[in-house]
């Protein structure tokens, strides 16, 4: 086996298992839990495009259309952006409704704001403290069928495949570097965010401003860039020098550095 391949099979054991920590302190999976889903976007799922997550067009972003917005409840106040699910409709309670041995592995790309105007078990679908998924409409068709508008769930934390490394977008002005970080597999979920001119001798802490966009205040221009990330099971990846010194302000750039 050579060297390349042994750190791929070392990296999927080590996502593998750091999930199932997550899951279950005792190493086990996590039972499947109880929810409803629902969907939104259309049946071209173009309007899911963009969301809460900062991503812009999730196809560019890695994501495509097996997607959903989270309820305040699983949303952690945008922590959760990037993570996966897998999804499978409840046949024991909707046995109508469910497409039989059908299941699906979701990102989560957008919030389900709550409707406080509506009832938690009519209309408020999204409202605290319940756990809901708005699926995009050809992700939820995968488990289910379109005319039942709502259905049970059960869902559980499960592991991102992504094509290819991690997307950095930059985007922002002089002094203000906006950093979208996309397409991050194993975890999917950003905790910090390091970057470093190559005028400079150390590494600096980058701060989320919102989603999966992650800032620094620092004038970076004319130097060449790198990134260090931190997903939430606790790896770090590092993209040495990814953006020549010639970058500008919206685009964006593909590392070869993945969990």
Not at 36 to 54: I, K, N, P, Q
Not at 87 to 113: G, H
Request: proline share 4%; with cysteine.
């Amino acid at each position: 086996m050579d060297s390349l391949l042994k750190k791929k099979v070392w990296r999927l054991l080590l996502c593998v298992g750091l999930l199932m920590i997550m899951e279950d302190p005792r190493g086990a999976s996590a039972a499947w839990l109880n929810a409803h889903a629902t969907f939104y976007g259309g049946d071209d799922s173009s309007g899911t495009m963009g969301g809460a997550c900062g991503y812009g067009n999730l196809y560019t972003d890695g994501y495509g259309i097996k997607t959903a917005a989270l309820s305040t409840a699983l949303f952690n106040d945008r922590k959760s952006c990037g993570g996966c699910y897998e999804i499978v409709c409840d046949a024991a309670q909707v046995p109508q409704w469910c497409l039989k041995s059908t299941s699906i592995t979701i990102t989560a790309t957008n919030f389900c704001p709550p409707n406080y105007d509506l009832p938690s078990n009519n209309g408020g679908w999204c409202n605290p403290p319940r756990p809901h998924l708005d699926m995009s409409q050809p992700a939820f068709e995968t488990i289910a069928k379109y005319r039942a508008g709502i259905v049970p769930i059960l869902y559980r934390r499960a592991r991102c495949e992504r094509d290819g490394g991690i997307r950095f977008t930059i985007n922002g002005r002089d002094y203000f570097e906006l950093v979208l970080i996309s397409s991050v597999a194993c975890a999917g979920e950003i905790w910090s965010v390091w970057i470093k001119g190559s005028k400079a001798n150390q590494w600096e802490a980058m701060s989320r401003n919102w989603g999966s966009n992650w800032q620094s205040l620092t004038y970076f221009n004319g130097q060449s860039l790198s990134f260090r990330v931190q997903a939430s099971d606790g790896q770090i990846v590092t993209a040495l020098d990814l953006v020549p010194s010639t970058w500008q302000f919206g685009q964006s750039f593909k590392s070869s550095v993945q969990f």
